[in-house]
């Protein structure tokens, strides 16, 4: 017995002493969506606070095809997913078009030549592509609006091995080297309007987490990070959205929160049951969720605005009751989510440059809409570090506020490209893409 008992904790204390490390060595890197805390913050960054498309850019580098997904950053590596159009035409289109879920009056249509979807993998260095991986060429089952694409969920990484979502043409894992590991194929999504897929994959432990919110079955998966097999998949509400789930940890045990336009839920990780739910949202779910406090916040802004925070031990149905800790219905995102940085929840109405600041603990405006100068429209979600918090719109123009009770701007910077994709706060560098280069800001 005692023998068993030693065996067992000399085999537990590797694990623990791995995943330590990869807690501690994640605050320096950004090595998912929304960088190392999930909530748009880099707590060991120092990124320059002034650039243009020469001064503080220390390369610029070309990448092909089209993607809106945020550059991954792992110590000298940087991770994208693009798509790149062919010239190959598809041999037998389908007799009937298919109808958009919820109709189609951007009269968007589908595709009729292969593309090729890509990982990429780029030097920090000096901008050099270190490798790529053509993970497939297809015609797309769908098109997208004419702001999106087929690359927008951005990849995850633990240092050792990178995942790379495509959606519907596929889930991929290499290695940081690019030797290829797993392959899943989920299915087709059918997203509503033919609007395009975007939730990205979420790495917690040895579990890969893929939100497969659509007009069809939808699920949320939990995979074996390293082999792709099922560990369990709950049933969702058919209903598209974009917004990747977010693990938050209370009370000694984790939970899986994913937004949705029918109800926002908290999932235990390990089983996949529903601990509570919560509605109220809005028609398109694209901000994601973040958490402080021992709360979670949930937002969407269109075509209304909503926002509720809910407490992490909630169970059940708490919609419309006491148990919401505080709600607002204006001024939220529709496209970027928001940042948390200091207790306080930053983020700008709709997609425009109208900021407001709340207190996340009581829902309290620190800050109420203002707003912002040199920027219009804004897709790029905002992110923070070292007191600074940057907006960047989609003219490529980066605000710097301090982080302040008023709306302090410090800076603001033209980089003089489009910019969709959401910036990564590394070290002192800001890991910029645009719609056609990717750029290493630094000091």
């Known amino acids: 017995m005692r023998t068993t008992l030693f065996l067992a904790l000399v085999c537990c204390f590797p694990l623990a002493a791995v995943a330590d490390d990869f807690e501690q060595a994640k605050l320096h890197n950004w090595h998912q969506w929304r960088g190392p805390l999930a909530n748009g913050f880099a707590p060991e960054a120092d990124p320059p606070t002034e650039w243009s498309g020469e001064q503080n ?39 009937e078009e298919a109808e958009a879920p919820g109709g189609n009056p951007f ?16 030097d920090r260095g000096d901008g050099k592509l270190r490798w790529e991986k ?140 529903v601990l509570w739910e919560c509605g109220g949202q809005t028609l398109a779910i694209i901000p994601c969720p ?47 989510s928001p940042v948390l940085v200091d207790g306080n929840l930053w983020f700008n109405k709709s997609n425009s440059a109208i900021l407001t600041v709340l207190d996340a ?11 912002l100068p040199d920027i219009r429209n804004v897709y790029a979600s905002p992110v923070a570090a070292a007191g600074k918090i940057f907006f960047t719109d989609r003219d490529g123009t980066t605000l710097v506020l301090a982080n302040a009770s008023e709306v302090k701007p410090l800076a603001t910077n033209d980089l003089g490209d489009s910019v969709d994709a959401s910036p990564a706060l590394v070290g002192e560098e800001v890991i910029l893409r645009s719609k056609t280069h990717l750029y290493c800001v630094g000091k």
């Open 107 to 122: 009269r968007i249509e589908r595709p009729t030549h292969y593309y090729k979807f890509v990982v990429q993998c780029y």
């Open 361 to 371: 603990k009581t829902g309290d405006p620190v800050i109420e809409k203002q707003r």
């Open 57 to 95: 850019v220390k390369w610029k580098v070309p990448v092909p095809g089209q993607g809106e997904s945020t550059p991954i950053v792992w110590d000298d590596r940087i991770f994208i997913t693009t798509a790149i159009e062919t010239d190959r035409e598809e041999e037998q289109p389908p007799a």
């Open 134 to 273: 053509v993970v497939t060429e297809a015609v797309p089952h769908e098109g997208h609006h004419k702001d999106h694409g087929y690359a927008s969920p951005s990849p995850t990484t633990d240092g050792k091995h990178v995942w790379a979502s495509f959606g519907s043409r596929g889930l991929y894992c290499f290695t940081v080297d690019g030797e290829p590991v797993w392959s899943r194929d989920l299915g087709d999504l059918h997203m509503y309007r033919f609007f395009g897929e975007a939730t990205s994959p979420v790495l917690e432990g040895d579990t890969l987490l893929v939100n497969w919110d659509h007009e069809g079955d939808s699920f949320l998966y939990a995979l074996d990070a390293h082999s792709g097999k099922t560990k369990w998949q709950t049933p969702r509400e058919p209903g598209s959205s974009w917004s990747t789930p977010l693990v938050v940890e209370y009370d000694g045990s984790k939970q899986v929160v994913v937004n949705s336009n029918k109800k926002a839920r908290g999932y235990d990780f390990e089983t996949g049951d």
């Open 290 to 336: 973040v958490a402080y406090d021992g709360k979670v916040f949930l937002m969407s802004g269109y075509p209304q605005s909503a926002l509720v925070a809910v407490p992490l031990d909630a169970r059940g149905d708490i919609t419309g009751t006491d148990e919401v800790a505080w709600s607002r219905s204006s001024d939220t995102p529709y496209c970027p």
